[in-house]
């Protein structure tokens, strides 16, 4: 082969090649490694999210860190915000999105929202039976009595949220689960007035949060894990993220 | 009358004069009341001048409290003395400023006197805006003067015993303040003068970058020296060190570029800086924020004082831990030789701030990742995330190590104490 030929071929098929099997490994390793394939891309720019939500959003296994992949972008932004201007506290995302304008969190929460990444393998269930009927029972039906609507009712029959401001819960750890109820109970977290989540928290007790996420947390996603459409449904209690207000 | 006795009634006029002028220091009470305020006849352009100019000086970082209203106040502000909670400086008549005149204004920027006559706490940096001039101090007034006025009492200081006594600021004020507008160095270009303005100025570029000690005061013999940024846990580098953040060997372009865009290919700003650039230095021209950096650039550099090799020893087990870090959660992003991708992702070869003597700001961005700030040329920075819940103090103060020492990074050791105390430091 001619010398130039071969530093061509050299150049522009093997340089490739080996800076593949350079990343290769990388790429291979845990999926919250920081890895990208192009840099000016929402992939890599999103880097700063991955060693706590996973490179696709799906989540670790360190349960507190949630699910966001897949969650309406509007939920998603919300929180972004919320984060950035304080109004949820959290203090590792109140300081890494704090000087980042409207328009990139939008960005951010379209990325995520659009991923479907697998979910994560069931980890081990709840084994308390009565525990597991009772957050069953509030998932499904609601307790009337406590004047608890059930969450199917808003966050989708198969749980994966609804557009354009409520979030999928499946997927999601009870360790979170159990954390932001609570912290709606005593209000530490807000959502838009008015907030139809707070009515809700304070009507639940601690056991009925630990029994509900117990429940919500051993649910396997539906085949379409997409949220479901705004408001095909009229939901029992008025929510200010979904523009009711 | 007795020698002793005259001795003895002149020490004592003596004192009661300097206690009449210390009282009269300390209680400079209002100024006369001037003709009537010219705000409301200020043009377009003095209102959008002062807008700017308010920008430069960064007054909204510290006058509006997260997520509320503009310039209204509120914000606790911690210090080592306790809490400060600044002041509403919306021209709202009962709780804001609406009732200052411009001369108050100007005696509050130039002298830290407030309308009332009372000292101010230098967390108002009237030692940096002293230098302003009084035709920018009332455009600053005049746009402070256009914005909605918003309703919010201000809320009394929390500071401990003796410094919630006022008076003590006339001790501060004649060790560290000295009053006076900028005087152009006429030996310099008009374009390094206006940097030094704005610089020594409304930037208040001191009030991070020159240390502070615990009378909470910064000597002008130290001026851009670097300290650590009180409560914050950042450390504020030298800008007159090539060590540290001296510019002395950066092009205009990376200069300009980190001060405004907030990404340079030599470095990016995080934390309070990325604040800074955020609230501030995104919004000026590229001619002020170029005479910025050509004062900073021509700023004097002390010795490059190069740590002996016996002090940048590093045992081969935390050597390897440390490679083995970098080359699994690192390299992707900032290479294998620490190239960077930048000025994306920053290199760490030949970075000042990975090298520099204080370890404290790359061991928080191990732990605490980062975004540097959208701003207007820049406005979807890429970002780094945490590894704190992922890597153990000995892998933090081992990658940290290894990004001090290698490729010819000429740092020293971090330890693992020091990883763990600003674990702990940090909320998680």
Redesign the interface.
């Known amino acids: 082969m001619h010398r130039v030929c071969r530093k061509l071929l050299r150049e522009t098929i093997l340089a490739p090649v080996i800076a593949i099997a350079m990343l290769a490994p990388?790429r291979a390793?845990a999926p919250?490694?920081?890895?990208?394939e192009k840099?000016d891309s929402m992939e890599?720019?999103?880097?700063?999210?991955?060693?706590?939500h996973g490179q696709s959003g799906q989540g670790t296994d360190?349960g507190y860190f949630p699910r966001i992949a897949g969650k309406p972008a509007r939920y998603l932004y919300n929180q972004l915000v919320a984060f950035r201007?304080?109004?949820r506290e959290y203090?590792?995302m109140n300081?890494?999105?704090?000087?980042?304008?409207d328009?990139?969190l939008q960005?951010i929460a379209e990325h995520f929202a659009q991923l479907r990444p697998a979910f994560a393998a069931e980890t081990t269930p709840m084994t308390d039976k009565a525990a597991l009927a009772r957050g069953e029972a509030i998932a499904t039906v609601g307790d009337p009595g406590k004047l608890i609507p059930a969450c199917v009712t808003c966050h989708g029959t198969g749980l994966t949220g609804m557009e354009p401001g409520i979030p999928g819960l499946v997927g999601l750890r009870s360790a979170y689960i159990v954390a932001q109820l609570t912290r709606w109970r005593v209000g530490d977290r807000h959502a838009v007035e008015p907030d139809c989540m707070k009515r809700i928290a304070t009507r639940l007790s601690e056991a009925d949060i630990a029994a509900v996420a117990g429940w919500l947390s051993s649910r396997r996603p539906p085949r379409d894990p997409s949220p479901e459409s705004a408001n095909l449904v009229r939901m029992p209690l008025a929510c200010g993220s979904q523009g009711q207000g | 009358m007795s020698r002793r006795k005259i001795a003895a009634l002149t020490t004592l006029v003596a004192l009661a004069l300097v206690a009449a002028i210390g009282w009269f220091m300390l209680h400079p009470g209002m100024l006369p009341s001037s003709p009537a305020s010219s705000t409301v006849t200020a043009t377009t352009q003095t209102i959008n001048r002062g807008e700017y100019l308010a920008r430069a000086g960064d007054c909204v970082a510290c006058h509006t409290a997260?997520?509320r209203k503009e310039f209204a106040g509120g914000r606790a502000m911690a210090t080592p003395f306790g809490n400060l909670y600044v002041p509403n400086i919306t021209p709202d008549e009962a709780t804001g400023i609406g009732e200052w005149s411009a001369d108050e204004f100007y005696r509050m920027m130039h002298s830290g006197v407030s309308r009332d006559g009372s000292l101010l706490y230098p967390a108002m940096p009237f030692a940096s805006y002293t230098k302003v001039t009084r035709d920018d101090s009332d455009a600053i007034f005049a746009y402070l003067m256009s914005v909605p006025p918003v309703h919010q009492p201000n809320r009394p200081h929390e500071l401990r015993f003796p410094f919630n006594n006022r008076d003590l600021l006339l001790g501060w004020r004649a060790l560290y303040f000295k009053e006076g507008e900028y005087v152009s160095d006429p030996q310099q270009t008009a374009q390094w003068n206006r940097g030094a303005y704005l610089v020594q100025g409304l930037g208040h570029c001191a009030m991070c970058h020159t240390a502070i000690n615990a009378l909470g005061g910064s000597s002008e013999s130290k001026a851009f020296e670097g300290g650590m940024i009180p409560n914050q846990n950042w450390y504020a580098p030298s800008l007159t060190s090539n060590r540290e953040a001296g510019l002395g060997n950066w092009s205009i372009k990376d200069i300009t570029d980190l001060l405004q865009v907030g990404v340079s290919h030599r470095g990016t700003v995080y934390g309070p800086m990325?604040?800074v650039?955020?609230n501030s230095l995104q919004y000026l021209s590229d001619e002020d924020v170029e005479a910025m950096a050509v004062y900073l650039k021509a700023l004097p550099q002390r010795d490059q004082e190069v740590l002996p090799s016996s002090e940048r020893l590093v045992s081969p087990a935390v050597m390897e831990l440390g490679r083995k870090t970098y080359e699994?959660?690192?390299?992707?992003?900032h290479g294998r030789e620490g190239a960077g991708?930048p000025p994306?992702y920053p290199p760490l070869a030949n970075n000042q701030s990975i090298t520099m003597s204080s370890p404290v700001n790359s061991i928080r961005m191990v732990l605490?990742?980062?975004?540097?700030?959208?701003t207007r040329k820049n406005?979807?920075?890429?970002?780094?995330?945490?590894?704190?819940?992922?890597l153990g103090d000995d892998e933090v103060a081992a990658v940290v190590t290894y990004i001090r020492v290698a490729w010819g990074n000429t740092g020293t050791p971090v330890t693992t104490a020091q990883a763990n105390e600003l674990r702990k430091l940090?909320?998680?």
């Open positions: 990388v390793q919250t490694v920081p890895s990208f840099l890599a720019r999103v880097q700063g999210c991955v060693t706590c360190n201007d304080k109004t203090p590792p300081y890494l999105v704090a000087y980042l304008p328009s990139y960005d | 997260p997520g990325a604040e650039v955020y699994q959660q690192c390299a992707m992003c991708m994306q605490n990742g980062g975004y540097p700030p959208g406005p979807r920075p890429h970002g780094m995330p945490p590894f704190s819940h992922i940090l909320p998680e």
